[in-house]
Every structure is written in structure tokens, then in C-alpha cells.
């Protein structure tokens, strides 16, 4: 069984360019969500993807959005940096919809720098 | 709406000496509330959760918590620790039938030899 993976481990941008961020969810799972953890805090939910369809969202603006693909598969997309979206960026993927306990498995992060 | 309170932003402790890490939660409907362990560059693991019944759990690599509702905590122990537990770790909450997990700023420890 292969476990989540994230892709790239590392990537440096600058403001105002766009960044897109891949994660492969574990087998058999069909819902994906994304949060962000800035350096010192806790991860924070951008949103979540159940079925290639936007199941919630959290407090960020619509520059961050997203795509899950027939495979569960999904991509983070984030427009016009700014250096506060520098933070570590993890993927979870779990089975099921929102109305029960469905154990997430968080991928290992994709590191962005914003200069 | 729901949050989370880490009473301890680091803890650092003795190896084979007992540790409890502190988590208070905030939320008007009923939860689940969980433990997980970030190693450096790593994602995060879970290592226990409370969805419902007794209200001790028994997570891996040694940890418990106890939900107390009454005090709103969730406080995670250990009566022994490991070098290797060296790590950041997160209490996070999310509302029963939820979307999202709500996550507490972290509390690291660091365990001495």
C-alpha cells in the first residue's frame, strides 16, 4: 500500500509568480484535504476535496485553489505570492465524505520559500 | 466554531521521566479530539484519538490521553519517555460530522539524556 506523496519536497518562488503543488493520495482513498503550517504554528485547513468536488473551506482567500482528479489525485494552486504564503504545505488524504470519523494520513509537505 | 489551546509551547523533560503535554479545546457542539506527532521534516502522525465511549485512550509509542468535558482538556501523558520522542506535537479538535480539523499551535519536547 503506498502512502501519500507530495510533490516537490522543496520549491523557491517569488512574489507575485504562481506555484502549483501535487499530492497522491494512499490507495483507496477518496477525499483529499490541504492545510498550510507556517513556521511555529499549527497546520491550518485551505480545504478539502471529496470526490473532485470542493467539500469545505477554510479562511483563505480564492488565490489558493484547487483540483482533485478522477484518481484522487489532487493539485494546490496558488496565484500572485506573497511572502506569508512562505509555510509548509501538507496534503491528507483519507476515505469517505464529511458525515463520520474518516482517519486522515498526511503526506510529508512541500516546503515553499516566497522571496 | 471550534479552537484549541497548547498550554506549553516546549516542554523539555528527562529521558524515563513522566511527561503530560496540556490542550484545551473550545467548541459549543460535540468533537473529536486527537494527538498527532510531527517529526522534523516529516508529516504528521496520528498517535491516539477520542470519538466517543471511554474517555481514556491508548495511543502507539506508549502515550494516553483522557478527555475531560467538563474541563474541556485533553491532556496527553506518557509515564516514561524515549529520547526518540523528541518531536512537535498536536492537539487538534474537529466537529463530529466536520470537514475540517482545527489544529493547536504545537508543543515541542525535547527529552534529555
Known amino acids: 500500500e503506498t502512502g501519500v506523496t507530495q510533490s516537490p519536497t522543496h520549491l523557491i518562488k517569488t512574489r507575485g509568480q504562481q506555484v502549483t503543488l501535487r499530492c497522491s493520495s494512499q490507495?483507496?482513498?477518496?477525499?483529499v484535504s490541504w492545510y498550510q503550517q507556517a513556521l511555529g504554528q499549527g497546520p491550518q485547513f485551505i480545504f478539502q476535496?471529496?470526490?473532485?468536488?470542493?467539500?469545505g473551506r477554510g479562511n483563505f482567500p480564492p488565490r489558493f485553489s484547487g483540483l482533485q482528479f478522477p484518481n484522487y489525485s489532487s493539485e494546490l494552486n496558488v496565484n500572485a505570492l506573497e511572502l506569508d504564503d512562505s509555510a509548509l504545505y501538507l496534503c491528507?488524504?483519507?476515505?469517505?465524505?464529511?458525515?463520520?470519523?474518516?482517519?486522515?494520513?498526511f503526506g510529508p509537505g512541500t516546503r515553499l520559500t516566497v522571496l | 466554531a471550534q479552537s484549541v489551546t497548547q498550554l506549553d509551547s516546549q516542554v523539555p523533560v528527562f529521558e524515563e521521566a513522566p511527561v503530560e503535554l496540556r490542550c484545551n479545546y473550545s467548541?459549543?457542539?460535540?468533537?473529536?479530539l486527537f494527538w498527532y506527532v510531527q517529526y522534523p521534516n516529516q508529516g504528521l502522525q496520528l498517535l491516539l484519538k477520542?470519538?466517543?465511549?471511554?474517555?481514556l485512550v491508548k495511543g502507539i509509542n506508549g502515550f494516553e490521553a483522557e478527555f475531560n468535558k467538563s474541563q474541556t482538556s485533553f491532556h496527553l501523558r506518557k509515564p516514561s519517555v524515549h529520547i526518540s520522542d523528541t518531536a512537535e506535537y498536536f492537539c487538534?479538535?474537529?466537529?463530529?460530522?466536520?470537514?475540517?480539523?482545527?489544529f493547536g499551535a504545537g508543543t515541542r519536547l525535547f527529552v534529555k539524556a
Open positions: 491528507a488524504s483519507s476515505f469517505g465524505g464529511s458525515n463520520s470519523y474518516n482517519e486522515q494520513f
Open positions: 490507495s483507496g482513498h477518496n477525499t
Open positions: 476535496y471529496y470526490r473532485e468536488e470542493e467539500n
Open positions: 467548541s459549543s457542539v460535540s468533537v473529536y
Open positions: 477520542y470519538l466517543s465511549g471511554s474517555t
Open positions: 487538534a479538535v474537529s466537529k463530529t460530522g466536520g470537514f475540517k480539523t482545527i
